[in-house]
């Protein structure tokens, strides 16, 4: 719209009609514009096929960008001319405001050309100048002066403490328990600091699924807003932390914070993967301990929920031989004490109705009496079960998950994202199970969670990315029926790039996902402003001037467009990058790599381009 707009106030200015200004205009500059508004497009649209959560998450943004630039561009071409002409502009009287732009609109394609010039007369400095840039740029990110968070996000004003008390807990034993841990909650927080504090218990929730059982329970806190001198939420938590955790009586005592955004998995999520549950148990517990000893790291936990106590009874051979009882006979009289055995089916009415024996329920006092339960021998007396069978108690297991066919646990960790990152932390538990592996030579570690999330986002974005960049090229080329000027033109995005870099560090905003997922929206609109320039360059060519002078046409006469579209971008989104209306660490990076992204790259592209363009036709004329 802006450019469509300008092209026809340039006409009006030059004493044209409003209709002929209106279609001059339109015939100038519906290519370029129609191009422009593709390749935005083209960069959005294959957003939509990201998988995933932030794939699902993010959805709703490229589905709303390319259906409001496909209405934008029918009301730039067919009902912004209507309301030009319907408001009769008219520049033979211009006001003392419209002499003043003039005056300002002039100053500035002035100095532009000036410096422009300037940049013309010393290529090779220009060039390597920018290349430098570009290079810092990058360098900045291997150094690790961009922080990392892949999944930044906004904390919600609510968490819970999870208590695990030892298996077989009574229900009032654990809740009481949980009051005890709700009372040093409480004790922690302000005045007017807590909305709600809940404690229950038979079940916990968390970030996977909820457990329900007796031993399990919960304290839910719901915090009032922040106010100027309130604290965060792990402000809050940390303050807490040593206090809750030491309270006696509970197998496991760990906070869980909820976040907004997409949800994930925790930081570190590892599968310990093996066959003996033994081992499993010791190699999830020697990770835990590894993982314990770096302080960026807490609320440590696994998902491995012991059972209740069992009596297992294994056969003595020697001893059922010599007392004539076989191990049938054994199986078949605990079976009969348990569920019973069946022992015939009929029909009924069509259906199979089986019968089953169960022995007369009994009450057993102690495991003592149960194994005295005598078994009919061989020659008709009666021997007691624990003659002939050896028995061991022990702690069953409450669950057993596998993960590609093998028995699994799963060991997740939250960690404090201003000292540690993701990457890092699982970096770390790798490096310390190089250490565990010898005593564990049967497990394995498996990494998911964040990590997998991360893996998973990055790779799909960096093949839409080059297949948003592909699409680019092809309707670049198209218009241009050049190989080479689209290459041109998407020389602009690692120096939106380079702004993006720039804009992270300067303001200290992590570089999450949802910021690569700006920049590749970015690319799709760091191009317009070099469409436009050499749009207009290559019409100057037509119409029979020099290299020199349709470079410096275009650039003069394109730069107010240029900047217009810029700022208005850039004013669009400013509040929200500088967080003028409160700090969002999911949009708030999206927006400043946007911002700063569009400034530098329209700077760059207003200097570089048109230096491109003309060491390109120069070299083109030569040749031919």
Not at 328 to 341: P, S, Y
């Amino acid at each position: 719209a802006v450019v469509v707009v300008e092209a026809i106030f340039y006409r009006l200015q030059r004493g044209a009609d409003a209709m002929s200004a209106a279609l001059a205009a339109l015939h100038e500059v519906f290519a370029p514009v129609t191009t422009a508004v593709l390749t935005t497009m083209a960069a959005f649209m294959p957003l939509m096929l990201l998988p995933g959560i932030l794939g699902k998450f993010m959805l709703v943004i490229p589905l709303v960008v390319t259906v409001a630039l496909a209405i934008s561009l029918t009301e730039a071409f067919w009902m912004l001319p209507s309301h030009i002409m319907a408001a009769r502009v008219n520049f033979q009287k211009p006001s003392r405001i419209h002499g003043l732009r003039l005056k300002l609109l002039r100053s500035i394609r002035r100095n532009y050309c000036r410096l422009l010039v300037k940049v013309l007369r010393w290529p090779k400095t220009a060039l390597v100048g920018v290349l430098l840039l570009m290079l810092g740029a990058v360098g900045m990110v291997a150094a690790g002066l961009i922080r990392f968070d892949f999944f930044a996000s906004d904390p919600l004003r609510i968490f819970y403490v999870t208590v695990d008390m030892p298996t077989g807990t009574a229900l009032p034993d654990t809740m009481a328990t949980v009051q005890k841990i709700e009372g040093r909650v409480r004790a922690n927080l302000r005045e007017n600091e807590a909305r709600a504090v809940i404690s229950y218990a038979g079940q916990a929730f968390t970030e996977i699924e909820p457990f329900f059982g007796d031993r399990y329970g919960q304290v839910l806190v719901s915090l009032n807003p922040r106010g100027s001198d309130g604290r965060e939420v792990d402000e809050i938590i940390e303050s807490m932390r040593e206090e809750v955790v030491n309270t006696p009586g509970a197998e496991r005592i760990s906070f869980l914070r909820l976040a907004g955004g997409p949800p994930t998995s925790k930081p570190i999520s590892i599968k310990v993967r093996g066959d003996d549950f033994n081992e499993l148990r010791a190699a999830a517990a020697a990770l835990k301990a590894a993982l314990a000893e770096n302080p960026a790291i807490r609320d440590i936990s696994d998902d491995d929920s012991p059972g209740l106590r069992e009596l297992v009874l294994q056969v003595d051979q020697d001893a059922a031989r010599r007392a004539g009882v076989t191990p049938d006979q054994i199986a078949r009289t605990i079976l009969l004490l348990g569920d019973g055995a069946i022992v015939a089916s009929l029909q009924h009415q069509s259906e199979t109705v089986e019968v089953r024996v169960k022995a007369q329920r009994r009450q057993f006092d102690s495991l003592d009496q149960f194994l005295q339960i005598s078994l009919p021998a061989a020659n008709g007396t009666l021997v007691p079960l624990a003659a002939v069978v050896q028995q061991t108690v022990r702690r069953g297991q409450g669950n057993i998950r596998h993960y590609n066919l093998r028995r699994t646990i799963t060991v997740e960790a939250d960690i404090d994202k201003t000292v540690i990152d993701t990457v890092a932390a699982n970096n770390y538990a790798r490096e310390r199970w190089v250490d565990l592996q010898a005593r564990f030579p049967n497990a394995s570690l498996d990494f998911s969670g964040e990590l997998d999330d991360i893996q998973e986002s990055l790779d799909a974005i960096g093949v839409l990315f080059l297949f948003g960049v592909g699409l680019i090229y092809l309707i670049l080329g198209t218009q241009f029926r050049s190989y080479f000027q689209p290459l041109m033109i998407l020389a602009t995005i690692p120096m939106a790039f380079t702004g993006v870099v720039l804009g992270m560090w300067f303001t200290g905003n992590p570089l999450s996902l949802f910021t690569m997922y700006g920049v590749v929206a970015l690319a799709g609109i760091a191009v317009n402003s070099a469409i436009v320039l050499i749009s207009a360059a290559n019409d100057r060519l037509e119409a029979g001037m020099s290299v020199l002078h349709a470079t410096l046409y275009a650039a003069r006469r394109r730069v107010i467009p240029v900047l217009i579209t810029s700022l208005t971008t850039i004013a669009g989104l400013f509040s929200l990058a500088t967080g003028l209306a409160g700090h969002s660490l999911i949009w708030g990076p999206v927006a400043t790599a946007i911002v700063w992204g569009l400034a530098i790259s329209t700077v760059l592209t207003l200097l570089m381009i048109p230096l491109l363009y003309r060491l390109s036709m120069n070299w083109r004329y030569r040749k031919h």
